[in-house]
């Protein structure tokens, strides 16, 4: 049997409790132990001079028991003390048995490895992995760096060396097929699969350690690349799957979409009109949509999505609309209604506080097919809510929706044995590499213009030393008639924190500003409070609203033209440029105060200029790629955008163009190796790996 199913229980020692420990790395073949890779490396093929050693690091030592005592402190420690001509090390054992003790006698000789720390009698090593260095087998040091391995209970590091080294022989033997061909791998200068495998398993003492930890190493660049390949072609496969299935046929434009266009009052500007064509050709097609529509805040996404919804209503079917936060599913079931309903078409929000009878009762009236248009959050589709006709399903303001996702909405919201059209929404400009890597199944639209009339936001860096005057400014704006935000700090960490922290702001700034109505929203109030706060904000009632990150995304108020960010430097220049975005959009001028917590480090006062010199959110993001890397932008690998074993966006980002070109050469080339290569990276399971 090939190494590539080959179950690791015919591997020496692999009982079928280990099998199971093993299963939880994602191990069940050979192959797949020989792709758990070390996460990092210690070098015990030196051994360092004890008065070489430096704290902090992980070294090998070898030396003569000079002294060996049993002390007690809280409870019994033996200590022994370690020389080697150079030098004294204190080795520290609180675990330790009889016998233990009888062979680590003064005048034995040790080698022993582990982190040096300084102690109460100078360095030491706490627990040190030991071996007798004068008994027979003992070689007098690793030929190879020692892998670490990423680690799960009940699997110890010996056990995966041990295994690993099994592996690597069978390797030896049976060789895994090589999915790539040499010519794909020649220019970027990457060795073959088998030299990469050995090479990471057991990097010789000679290996550029540094560049093994930073994951830069051409065998480490060689898997990354086959892995960043592997998941372009799935998506690629899948998007050609995608097309052959049975959509809704929509034509567009229809009577409907044109009276909505007659009572916008504003013409569409040209970048709008040319995506409203793209999408519409693609309802047209009679296969299901996948766009992604890529728009500057304010760049009016929402009534390119609207000219769909019209267009698939009047073709009898059903449409949804999914929204990040309750927030802005009320916002957009408040817009779309003004829209719709001279239209005859009334909308129907699926909120948190519709519950019980009611929400079963909307439910059923939806499986029924009464009710074409559909708002809710994301948990509209993890709930069991039935469409009848479901032709579209618009996903707002979520660039981190992964490819996983996609598919189970697609399967979800399959009916009447068609599958609906997506349409996806996003402020965040995602770079074209990094698009087309984790989007390489959807068609990308980009409105790439703003409505006519709208000023720049003004943005200003400050300290928060200068709060009182912020405040002052607050004043100002508000008594002159125009309403502000303040955003409180982000607290990653605790909702309920963050909660707290922004009723103490909105406390505070009441008291300071007696003559102002403050109001407040966070993600911990119930839905009719939240609510209830918008619309006295959007109703002029409340001047000053002080808010969470909840109304990052969406919240359109235009006569607000004043935003305060507390704590700038600590969140993401997309998540600032989001916010900022909640300003400037009425005539008014607008300004947006990021305060910082000083000292500001270096980077973060770069970062925070980006944000004053540019207000295009294509270039924001364009610099902030340039400064910390897509991590931010796309969220990491835990996101769910690409799930990657090996490979690393940012890290690897100087692939990406690479793996494109060689996705064209395998499809072309090489086709028989596709099937093979994303089994490998991505796995039998579901249709995504199935391709
Ligand atoms: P976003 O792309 O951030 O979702 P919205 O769709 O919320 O932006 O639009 C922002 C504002 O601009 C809304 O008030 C909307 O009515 C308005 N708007 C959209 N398109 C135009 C246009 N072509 N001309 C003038 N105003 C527009
Ligand atoms: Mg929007």
Same mark, same amino acid.
């Given at each position: 049997?090939?190494?590539?199913?080959?179950?690791?229980?015919?591997?020496?020692?692999?009982?079928?409790?280990?099998?199971?420990?093993?299963?939880?790395?994602?191990?069940?073949?050979?192959?797949?132990?020989?792709?758990?890779?070390?996460?990092?490396?210690?070098?015990?093929?030196?051994?360092?001079?004890?008065?070489?050693?430096?704290?902090?690091?992980?070294?090998?030592?070898?030396?003569?028991?000079?002294?060996?005592?049993?002390?007690?402190?809280?409870?019994?420690?033996?200590?022994?003390?370690?020389?080697?001509?150079?030098?004294?090390?204190?080795?520290?054992?609180?675990?330790?048995?009889?016998?233990?003790?009888?062979?680590?006698?003064?005048?034995?000789?040790?080698?022993?490895?582990?982190?040096?720390?300084?102690?109460?009698?100078?360095?030491?090593?706490?627990?040190?992995?030991?071996?007798?260095?004068?008994?027979?087998?003992?070689?007098?040091?690793?030929?190879?760096?020692?892998?670490?391995?990423?680690?799960?209970?009940?699997?110890?590091?010996?056990?995966?060396?041990?295994?690993?080294?099994?592996?690597?022989?069978?390797?030896?033997?049976?060789?895994?097929?090589?999915?790539?061909?040499?010519?794909?791998?020649?220019?970027?200068?990457?060795?073959?699969?088998?030299?990469?495998?050995?090479?990471?398993?057991?990097?010789?003492?000679?290996?550029?350690?540094?560049?093994?930890?930073?994951?830069?190493?051409?065998?480490?660049?060689?898997?990354?690349?086959?892995?960043?390949?592997?998941?372009?072609?799935?998506?690629?496969?899948?998007?050609?799957?995608?097309?052959?299935?049975?959509?809704?046929?929509?034509?567009?434009?229809?009577?409907?979409?044109?009276?909505?266009?007659?009572?916008?009052?504003?013409?569409?500007?040209?970048?709008?009109?040319?995506?409203?064509?793209?999408?519409?050709?693609?309802?047209?097609?009679?296969?299901?949509?996948?766009?992604?529509?890529?728009?500057?805040?304010?760049?009016?996404?929402?009534?390119?999505?609207?000219?769909?919804?019209?267009?698939?209503?009047?073709?009898?079917?059903?449409?949804?609309?999914?929204?990040?936060?309750?927030?802005?599913?009320?916002?957009? /079931?408040?817009?779309?209604?003004? $829209?719709?309903? *001279? @239209?005859?078409? &009334?909308?129907? =929000? %699926?909120? +948190?506080?519709?519950?019980?009878?009611?929400?079963?009762?909307?439910?059923?009236?939806?499986?029924?097919?009464?009710?074409?248009?559909?708002?809710?959050?994301?948990?509209?589709?993890?709930?069991?809510?039935?469409?009848?006709?479901?032709?579209?399903?618009?996903?707002?303001?979520?660039?981190?929706?992964?490819?996983?996702?996609?598919?189970?909405?697609?399967?979800?919201?399959?009916?009447?044995?068609?599958?609906?059209?997506?349409?996806?929404?996003?402020?965040?400009?995602?770079?074209?590499?990094?698009?087309?890597?984790?989007?390489?199944?959807?068609?990308?639209?980009?409105?790439?213009?703003?409505?006519?009339?709208?000023?720049?936001?003004?943005?200003?860096?400050?300290?928060?030393?200068?709060?009182?005057?912020?405040?002052?400014?607050?004043?100002?704006?508000?008594? /002159?008639?125009?309403?502000?935000? $303040?955003?409180? *700090? @982000?607290?990653? &960490?605790?909702? =309920? %924190?963050? +909660?707290?922290?922004?009723?103490?702001?909105?406390?505070?700034?009441?008291?300071?500003?007696?003559?102002?109505?403050?109001?407040?929203?966070?993600?911990?109030?119930?839905?009719?409070?939240?609510?209830?706060?918008?619309?006295?904000?959007?109703?002029?009632?409340?001047?000053?609203?002080?808010?969470?990150?909840?109304?990052?995304?969406?919240?359109?108020?235009?006569?607000?033209?004043?935003?305060?960010?507390?704590?700038?430097?600590?969140?993401?220049?997309?998540?600032?440029?989001?916010?900022?975005?909640?300003?400037?959009?009425?005539?008014?001028?607008?300004?947006?105060?990021?305060?910082?917590?000083?000292?500001?480090?270096?980077?973060?006062?770069?970062?925070?200029?980006?944000?004053?010199?540019?207000?295009?959110?294509?270039?924001?993001?364009?610099?902030?790629?340039?400064?910390?890397?897509?991590?931010?932008?796309?969220?990491?690998?835990?996101?769910?955008?690409?799930? %990657?074993?090996?490979?690393?966006?940012?890290?690897?980002?100087?692939?990406?163009?690479?793996?494109?070109?060689?996705?064209?050469?395998?499809?072309?080339?090489?086709?028989?190796?596709?099937?093979?290569?994303?089994?490998?990276?991505?796995?039998?399971?579901?249709?995504?790996?199935?391709?």
């Amino acid at each position: 049997m090939s190494l590539e199913s080959r179950p690791v229980t015919t591997q020496a020692g692999v009982g079928r409790a280990l099998a199971a420990r093993l299963a939880r790395l994602g191990v069940e073949t050979v192959q797949d132990l020989l792709f758990l890779l070390p996460i990092r490396y210690e070098d015990r093929t030196r051994i360092v001079p004890i008065g070489a050693l430096v704290p902090g690091a992980r070294a090998a030592v070898a030396g003569t028991i000079e002294l060996a005592e049993v002390v007690f402190r809280r409870r019994r420690v033996l200590l022994l003390r370690l020389a080697d001509g150079t030098g004294f090390l204190t080795l520290r054992f609180f675990h330790f048995n009889a016998s233990q003790q009888q062979q680590l006698a003064r005048g034995t000789r040790l080698r022993c490895f582990g982190e040096i720390r300084r102690g109460p009698l100078g360095l030491e090593i706490v627990h040190p992995e030991y071996r007798l260095a004068d008994l027979p087998d003992a070689q007098a040091v690793e030929g190879a760096l020692t892998p670490v391995y990423p680690a799960t209970e009940g699997v110890q590091q010996g056990r995966l060396r041990m295994l690993t080294a099994q592996a690597l022989g069978a390797l030896a033997n049976d060789p895994l097929p090589d999915w790539l061909p040499p010519e794909l791998l020649r220019e970027p200068g990457l060795p073959g699969l088998r030299a990469a495998l050995e090479y990471l398993h057991r990097p010789p003492p000679d290996a550029a350690i540094e560049l093994l930890q930073a994951g830069r190493h051409p065998a480490q660049r060689r898997l990354a690349f086959e892995e960043l390949l592997a998941q372009q072609l799935a998506l690629r496969r899948l998007r050609e799957e995608i097309r052959r299935d049975p959509g809704w046929p929509i034509q567009v434009p229809g009577a409907l979409a044109a009276r909505l266009l007659e009572q916008l009052g504003f013409p569409l500007t040209g970048a709008q009109r040319r995506v409203a064509g793209e999408i519409s050709a693609d309802l047209a097609s009679g296969h299901p949509m996948l766009r992604l529509v890529q728009g500057d805040v304010g760049s009016g996404k929402t009534v390119v999505a609207a000219l769909a919804a019209v267009a698939a209503i009047e073709a009898g079917c059903q449409v949804a609309l999914m929204a990040p936060t309750e927030l802005l599913a009320e916002q957009h /079931a408040r817009n779309f209604s003004r $829209w719709l309903r *001279p @239209l005859g078409i &009334e909308t129907l =929000l %699926l909120s +948190a506080r519709i519950t019980g009878r009611a929400r079963q009762g909307a439910r059923e009236a939806i499986a029924a097919g009464s009710h074409p248009f559909v708002i809710g959050t994301h948990a509209l589709f993890q709930e069991r809510v039935g469409f009848a006709r479901l032709a579209l399903v618009i996903v707002d303001e979520q660039h981190r929706f992964g490819v996983q996702q996609r598919l189970a909405l697609r399967d979800k919201g399959a009916s009447g044995g068609r599958y609906p059209h997506q349409l996806i929404m996003t402020a965040t400009p995602i770079p074209r590499t990094l698009a087309m890597t984790a989007y390489a199944d959807l068609d990308v639209s980009v409105i790439d213009e703003l409505p006519p009339g709208r000023t720049p936001v003004r943005t200003v860096v400050l300290p928060d030393s200068r709060r009182d005057d912020v405040v002052a400014r607050i004043r100002r704006a508000c008594l /002159a008639g125009r309403q502000a935000y $303040w955003v409180c *700090p @982000l607290i990653e &960490e605790s909702e =309920l %924190l963050e +909660a707290q922290a922004a009723e103490d702001t909105a406390a505070a700034l009441a008291a300071a500003l007696p003559e102002l109505k403050v109001g407040l929203v966070h993600g911990r109030m119930p839905a009719a409070a939240k609510e209830q706060a918008m619309s006295r904000f959007r109703a002029g009632e409340i001047g000053l609203l002080v808010a969470t990150t909840v109304i990052e995304v969406g919240v359109d108020v235009p006569n607000a033209s004043l935003m305060v960010i507390e704590n700038a430097e600590r969140m993401g220049l997309a998540q600032l440029h989001q916010l900022r975005g909640r300003v400037g959009r009425g005539a008014e001028a607008s300004s947006c105060l990021l305060l910082y917590r000083a000292p500001l480090s270096p980077l973060a006062r770069a970062r925070l200029s980006v944000l004053r010199a540019t207000s295009d959110g294509f270039e924001v993001a364009r610099r902030d790629l340039e400064l910390r890397g897509p991590g931010e932008l796309l969220g990491t690998r835990q996101t769910g955008l690409l799930q %990657l074993k090996v490979a690393d966006l940012l890290r690897d980002a100087d692939l990406l163009p690479r793996v494109r070109e060689a996705a064209d050469v395998m499809l072309a080339a090489h086709p028989a190796n596709i099937a093979p290569l994303t089994r490998r990276w991505i796995g039998a399971g579901g249709r995504y790996g199935k391709v």
